[in-house]
């Protein structure tokens, strides 16, 4: 049995002598006796050798593919060996938030150089220090546009389902009327989003690429969007960004998103990475901790974790956001991730995936496995026909090691990285010939 | 020692008010710039808003505190102080210069303390 | 230190990817960025170098003691690091068929069994990735419930002046309004003003106990009586589990829900900030409305199902799985007797480094404490001008992590000590030795502490400059 407790039986009688008591149990003494607990229905402790074969036995049961041509949301990248040797320092893992800012000058440096670097990323002014994950950073962008006279927010429905199904549940709590906009096809009705943006309308949602890998016609969503006066958000992929026109740059007033991709694992969905970045003049709207430098009275440049006064432990119920934490080791991983792969190495990161996806869209066609709508743009995703069940497809692609694309509406979402390489590809398409009987 | 003109009006909630052809001037005391510490923030109503005498209208904040702002009077907002925006440290430097807001169309207001009555109030929270 | 863009030099990087072996794609220039993002261009030595030092300036637990009260900061056990490195769990996706997953699903199944019985409640959800966000989804699964019976006139959360503000803020979000409830002298709820508050309209009251001062609040089972029969509903703030765990369970203390800090009691390390996890639990009435999916077993099997009335999802996935995996190995690791002994431990610990520093400073109560107590120095900033952050600024330059600061509100100049279990009883000497040594400057020498740390890297930050003029990002045109 662990308990991770230093002192022995005997240290642990002097200390209770010192307090004035006889035995452990005299300290819940206040506790009423009607609802002491008689008997803890939990297993006998282990010992560290035990408990690290159950836990191994626990993830023998799981199958972690060779191949993986699965994304809708998560994932697999390549990660930098640095990445994990950074966030595994001790110092990192186990400090607590740096509210005294004397001593967490390392943690504050480096959430003000992720700060910077997601604003290099997505072409915007501010960001905050990161919250849970990117369905609960778009939920908070919705909040952040909310004003007295405008409320309601209009989503596309080509947002990934995971992020719309968050973001109506926040959003039914808060009473904020959301208004989904049916898809044309993989793409934004733009016809119809245009149509359902009103004098009450507080924001829009795009997500580009969007969840069926399209690349939206962000133009004209800002353009629609503003002409109106309702702000614009946009979901967007941070490995993309390393290529693609960024939010700020189409004029989207607030940028949210997954950066799972940027370092993390794909970790059966957790932990994960919400990023969210503004214009300088939604500045004070933004929710959760932000990093700002400073000055010490020696003028010694540092930061230190600032604007608390929009935060909850100060505004309690007058708070716009309830959030406390935020995502740190995640954000630094993210930070490590861009810093080992520079400008060039996302580029890089970004051409590949989209390079990959491109080939084996390419490839596959002539196998029954058209585009669903071959004149849209797409980044590393892609939605298919499929010449079979898909579920029944992606059943016997398992025993080539192969983890398939997603099952879609009866078609296949397929997704390419750079670690899919030419070879990778040329298996499954020889497995899809074997499969599909062709 | 705390600065308390005598030509102005003052609520208990350490606001200062200042009556001027049926336009009210509202601004906070030096008490209360001295109790807030340094102001890092201020959060303004819009012209043309509604205030409610006894009832919040704005709110402050320094760097570990928020704190409320009181509408001595009942009417609408005709003036902000927008210099206050980016430069709240005018409410801690000079008080009585620095307005938040002006209210027309004034239909009740609390009642309001002379210099001498607040400086009681005041004697009385420094005790 | 100088920052990563400080160290950047055209041209510089890794060598990560092969070159693409497929042909590149020409997008429509009109979809490209127009400018590089000014990422770093620096070589993975130096890379190294930078991080190295910022780790030399930050302070983990691993560096010494930590008794920042509320946050429960025990030693990070290095195995549950190991577990939650297993490729088996780092290297699937969340959309995986279900039968290429099950060591996944036994992790939430597993888990949910044992959290289950410490908090006497009958089903879990790790939706949540922090506490603050399982307060909300335990305030929603209120919502819910009270939608579901067609009740709409509750619309108040009662909340004790003491709570954390994450309590009241949660509860606005959930779309409540907040009552304040305020202490008594004890820093319990005061009978009477909570029965002078709950009425028709109550939807439900959150609560944590012991309290934010550290004592158990001994009328609790009237509390969430009072609370029920005006047809309201009791959440249970988990953050204060570790004084109590495998002793008394929320669940029998009349609470429908409740949410636990993975990053606290359940001993998974605070990363700087996170990632956390806030797990909610409730009892069976209330677990139709729990986040989608959920776990259960089929036969000999697990498979994920939609709770009939489900509030819909808090995050995307299932939550920071990870966590899930690190604090299950902890669990597993002590067990029946090992769950007990620890909370037990928190207390004595409390308790013994109370006693070494009573009568010197001012407790806020003169009673035996739980897993935490609180200080008071409104007598010593009044005596000699020295306040809460002068001793707390002081206390780093000893190498210790101050207490927490000025929370909770109801104690003036408060500082709130939880050593923890797993520190030994000469870690705590040493510390009553530092917060004694303080005391004596503060009568000596107070001008000096106001000044104070003076042997760290950097003095007090001048915050008030950071807000007003915020800096929040490099500027590479400066």
């Known amino acids: 049995m662990a308990s991770y407790i230093p002192y022995t039986g005997e240290e642990r009688q002097a200390m209770l002598k010192a307090v004035g008591l006889d035995s452990i149990d005299q300290l819940y003494n206040v506790v009423p006796e009607s609802v002491r607990v ?81 604003c290099e990323l997505t072409g915007m002014d501010v960001s905050n220090a990161s919250v849970y994950d990117g369905a609960s950073a778009a939920a908070e962008a919705v909040f952040m546009c909310q004003e007295r006279k405008k409320s309601a927010v209009v989503f596309s429905g080509t947002v990934n389902p995971q992020v719309l199904r968050v973001v109506k549940t926040y959003c039914e709590s808060r009473q904020v009327p959301v208004t989904v906009i049916p898809p044309k096809g993989t793409a934004t009705d733009l016809e119809a989003l245009k149509a359902a943006i009103a004098d009450d309308t507080a924001a829009v949602y795009v997500q580009s690429p969007n969840y069926f890998g399209v690349i939206e016609d962000m133009d004209a969503v800002v353009a629609a969007a503003h002409d109106k006066g309702a702000k614009v958000i946009m979901g967007c992929n941070p490995i993309a960004l390393g290529l693609l026109k960024t939010p700020g740059e189409y004029g989207a007033d607030i940028a949210v998103g997954e950066g799972q991709p940027l370092g993390m694992p794909l970790a059966f969905g957790g932990p994960y990475l919400g990023f969210m970045t503004c214009k300088q003049a939604m500045m004070r709207k933004l929710p959760g901790r932000i990093v700002g430098e400073t000055t010490d009275h020696d003028g010694n440049r540092c930061y230190v974790l600032t604007l608390q006064a929009r935060e909850q432990h100060i505004r309690r119920e007058k708070a716009s956001s309830n959030i406390c934490s935020n995502q740190a080791l995640c954000a630094m991983t993210a930070s490590v991730y861009l810093a080992a792969m520079g400008p060039k190495g996302l580029r890089q990161a970004a051409e590949s995936s989209a390079a990959h996806a491109h080939y084996l869209a390419q490839q596959i066609a002539p196998l029954g496995f058209g585009l669903k709508e071959a004149d849209k743009p797409f980044f590393h995703e892609f939605l298919t026909e499929c010449p079979m069940d898909p579920e029944a497809l992606c059943k016997k692609l398992e025993a080539y090691d192969i983890l398939g694309g997603l099952p879609v509406d009866g078609g296949i979402l397929w997704c390419c990285t750079e670690c899919n390489s030419k070879a990778d590809i040329d298996r499954l398409v020889a497995a899809l010939k074997e499969v599909c009987g062709k | 020692m705390s600065v308390i003109p005598a030509e102005l009006k003052y609520t208990k909630s350490h606001e200062w008010v200042k009556e001027e052809d049926g336009v009210f001037v509202i601004g906070l005391t030096d008490y209360a710039q001295s109790a807030l510490g340094d102001l890092v923030f201020v959060n303004l109503p819009e012209e043309g808003d509604a205030v409610t005498a ?63 009555a607040y400086e009681a109030v005041v004697a009385a929270e420094e005790a | 230190m100088k920052l990563l863009f400080e160290r950047s030099r055209p041209g510089r990087g890794m060598d990560l990817l092969p070159p693409c072996d497929v042909p590149a794609v020409s997008f429509d220039a009109a979809l490209l960025r127009d400018s590089a993002p000014r990422l770093p261009e620096i070589a993975e030595v130096d890379l190294g ?30 195995v549950d690091e190991e577990t939650a490195s297993l490729p088996g769990f780092t290297q699937v996706h969340p959309l995986q068929p279900l039968d290429t997953v099950q060591g996944s699903l036994e992790v939430l199944w597993k888990s949910e069994q ?10 879990v959800t790790f939706q949540p990735a922090a506490g ?64 002078a508050a709950v009425g028709p309209d109550t939807a439900g009251l959150m609560l944590t106990n ?22 309201g509903l009791c959440y249970y703030d988990g953050a204060n589990l570790n004084a109590v765990m495998g002793h008394v369970r929320p669940g029998d203390m009349g609470f429908d829900c409740v949410h636990v800090n993975l990053h606290k009691t359940f001993a998974t390390p605070h990363g700087g900030g996170g990632p956390g996890s806030g797990p909610v639990g409730c009892k069976a009435f209330l677990a139709d409305f729990l986040p989608a999916p959920r776990v259960r077993k089929a036969g000999e099997s697990y498979e994920f199902f939609e709770p009939e009335h489900t509030m819909g999802k808090v995050r995307s996935f299932y939550g920071n799985f990870l966590v899930v995996v690190k604090a299950l190995t902890y669990i597993l690791s002590l067990g029946k007797e090992g769950i007990p002994a620890a909370s037990a ?21 003169n009673t035996l404490c739980m897993h935490e107590f609180v200080m008071t120095l409104e007598k010593l900033a009044h005596d000699t001008g020295v306040t809460a952050m002068d001793v707390a600024k002081r206390l780093l330059d000893f190498g210790m992590h101050p207490p927490t600061m000025y929370f909770p509100l109801i104690v003036h100049e408060a500082l709130m000590v939880e050593p923890t279990e797993t520190e030994s009883p000469e870690t705590l000497d040493q510390a009553a030795e530092v917060f004694l040594k303080i005391l004596e400057e503060a009568k000596s020498d107070p ?18 400059t950071a807000a007003r003029h915020p800096v929040l990002r490099y500027d590479f045109d400066a």
């Open chain 3, 49 to 78: 170098r930078h991080y190295t030092e910022l780790a030399k300036q930050t302070h983990g637990v691993n560096d010494g003691f930590y008794p920042l009260g509320s946050c429960t900061m025990k030693y990070n056990p290095r």
């Open chain 3, 114 to 123: 044992l959290l289950s019985e410490i908090t006497g409640m009958d089903a």
């Open chain 2, 54 to 116: 006894g009832e919040a209208f704005s709110d402050v904040e320094s760097v570990k505190a928020v704190s409320d702002v009181f509408s001595p009077v009942t009417g609408e907002v005709c003036a902000v102080n927008e210099e206050l925006l980016d430069n709240p440290a005018l409410i801690n430097e000079a008080p009585y210069d620095a307005w938040m807001v002006k209210v027309n169309n004034v239909s009740g207001t609390e009642e309001l303390l002379d210099a001498a």
């Open chain 3, 210 to 231: 012991p309290n934010t001062v550290g004592l158990f609040d001994p009328n609790i089972l009237e509390i969430t009586q009072i609370v029920h029969d005006a047809g």
């Open chain 3, 132 to 195: 603050a966000h399982g307060e909300y989804t335990g305030l929603l699964l209120i919502r819910c419930y009270h939608q579901s019976r067609g009740d709409t006139a509750r619309t108040k959360i009662i909340v004790p002046d003491s709570a954390h503000g994450t309590n009241p803020a949660s509860a606005t979000m959930a779309g409540f309004k907040v009552v304040s409830v305020p202490s008594n002298e004890m820093g319990g709820v005061d009978l009477d003003a909570l029965r």
């Open chain 3, 345 to 365: 431990g928190a207390v004595l610990n409390a308790n013994y480094l109370m006693k070494k520093l009573a009568g010197h400073y001012d407790m806020s109560f």
């Open chain 3, 447 to 464: 001008e000096s502490l106001h000044h104070a740390p003076h042997d760290c890297a950097i003095g007090r930050p001048d915050e008030v």
């Open chain 1, 38 to 118: 008689k008997d803890l229905d939990l297993p006998e402790g282990m010992s560290e050798l035990e408990v690290g074969q159950v836990m191994a036995d626990m993830a023998g049961q799981n199958r972690a593919f060779r191949s993986v041509f699965r994304g809708a949301g998560a994932y697999r990248h390549y990660i930098p060996a640095i990445v994990k040797t950074v966030t595994s320092k001790e110092e990192f893992l186990t400090a607590y938030t740096p509210y005294q800012a004397e001593i967490s000058q390392g943690v504050l440096q480096s959430i003000f150089e992720y700060q910077t670097q997601m």
